[in-house]
């Protein structure tokens, strides 16, 4: 079946103008046969994170924060559609079992608590987004994706059971799309096998969408955003950057590795395994190709700046004076994957290992215990990782104007470098 899966973010769905933006977009390929993924509206899935902290708190409040994101959702509703009892019953369902969860006392899975819970805004917004296509009567149908995407439970960072979710999508998504053009899905979140949900990941849902443009042969995948593209570094750090028209896979994944938040960097493997072209594209400006990325070759790019905040740089070193030789490097290797610390950066020297790591100071901390007595570990926080792709002397210098630079690196067309950012000094007026 010829079809295309479009997943539409969090920014896209922040408000009412946001859906009705949605359904502009979607009026433009009424007659395609297309999956929508889309994300919870706004900044709803760091509310939904607050609801999780405070009732493992037991400050008493989770209940009133789930109040004020339900009041949200009902408001944006109200503001779209004309709300019917069908449509206020579809909406509280969802609220109740959490409503449910939150009366028992907390089970001791954080992370599987916090699946059920975080999990909700995007079962809202799908819904709320069904429920405005039904009104402005454009084919489609609402699915749960958890009847499709199945995976282990590993909770909050799931992985994919690949053959099943496979057979799922063909069996459950290419059916519905014959009864209706648009089937409106929600990204990611999964289910497994024994239907708990769980969730994929913070900023899952470009994945979702590229395992159903996968599982589905889809012939694109589209990402609608608040950019005009992939640009040449984040719009928010830099002036005067510009959009890549064309990017290759490998290119992608090079940028996203290192932090460029403009995909998931888990979105490109699947898609690249099939050779569908993934279009980034403004949701704000829907006549724009954006960007397309697919299977170019020998492409030249101008310097591409990629900068991950909130990195620790790790300094490793044996006690005694032994070297850092294979078995410990092994055995560190060995941890960092045990506590799921992403290695950015490293480097080895006689009696010492360094690695740049994203800082997630709960797993730093129990790496570090358990290192144990025979290493000492220093560690260096508030720095950034500055990835350069094809770089040039001009930029370079100017990347590390008022930078004290830890740690740099240079491999073929990529500079990295682990940096602390300088305040200005400025000699003090004399009297
Ligand atoms: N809503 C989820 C998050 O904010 C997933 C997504 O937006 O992609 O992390
Ligand atoms: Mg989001």
């Known amino acids: 079946m010829q079809l295309k899966v479009f997943k539409f973010g969090g920014a896209s769905v922040k408000d009412a103008e ?161 009864s209706a053009n648009h089937v409106v899905t929600q990204g990611f979140i999964g289910s497994t096998s024994e239907n708990f949900t769980t969730t994929l990941g913070r900023e899952g849902s470009d994945y979702t969408a590229a395992i159903l443009s996968y599982c589905l042969d889809a012939e694109s995948m589209h990402i609608w955003k608040d950019v005009p593209g992939v640009l040449t570094g984040d719009p928010r750090i830099f002036d005067e950057v510009i959009k890549l028209p064309r990017l290759s896979y490998k290119e992608a994944i090079e940028m996203t590795y290192y932090g460029a938040k403009v995909i998931h960097p888990k979105t490109i493997k699947p898609i690249q395994n099939k050779q569908i072209p993934l279009y980034v594209r403004p949701f704000l400006d829907p006549a724009s190709e954006g960007t397309v990325i697919s299977d170019q070759k020998e492409l030249s790019y101008p310097p591409i700046i990629v900068i991950e905040p909130d990195q620790t740089l790790l300094h490793i070193s044996t006690n005694d004076f032994s070297f850092v030789a294979e078995h410990h490097l092994s055995m560190i290797f060995a941890l960092l994957a045990k506590y799921r610390l992403k290695v950015n950066m490293m480097r080895n020297t006689a009696i010492s290992f360094t690695v740049c790591v994203n800082n997630i100071p709960e797993r730093i901390k129990k790496f570090e215990n358990e290192l144990g007595q025979e290493f000492k570990m220093i560690t260096d926080n508030d720095l950034e990782l500055v990835t350069i792709r094809h770089f040039n002397e001009d930029v370079l210098k100017d990347m590390k104007k008022n930078k004290l630079i830890l740690f740099e690196e240079k491999l073929q067309d990529t500079v990295q470098m682990v940096v602390r950012n300088l305040p200005k000094m400025k000699r003090k007026e004399t009297q």
């Not at 503001?79 to 006392?105: R, Y």
């Not at 001791?108 to 999990?119: E, G, L, N, P």
């Not at 960072?157 to 799922?168: G, H, K, L, P, S």
């Open 18 to 178: 946001g859906f009705i933006n949605v359904g502009k977009i979607l009026q433009k390929y009424k007659d395609d046969k297309i999956v929508i993924v889309v994300s919870a509206m706004g900044k709803t899935t760091n509310a939904l994170e607050e609801v999780v902290k405070s009732y493992y708190a037991g400050d008493g409040k989770a209940a009133e924060l789930l109040e004020n994101i339900k009041n949200n959702h009902f408001q944006l509703i109200s503001q779209l559609i004309p709300v019917s009892a069908e449509i206020m019953d579809d909406i509280n369902d969802t609220f109740v079992e959490i409503d449910w969860i939150l009366e028992e006392s907390p089970h001791d899975d954080y992370d599987y608590a916090y699946d059920q819970i975080v999990s909700i805004g995007e079962l809202l917004s799908s819904k709320i987004l069904a429920h405005y296509l039904h009104y402005m009567k454009i084919s489609s149908t609402w699915l749960d994706i958890r009847d499709v995407i199945l995976t282990d439970n590993t909770y909050r960072d799931a992985r994919i059971q690949w053959e099943t979710t496979q057979t799922n999508a063909k069996n459950k998504i290419e059916p519905l799309l014959k």
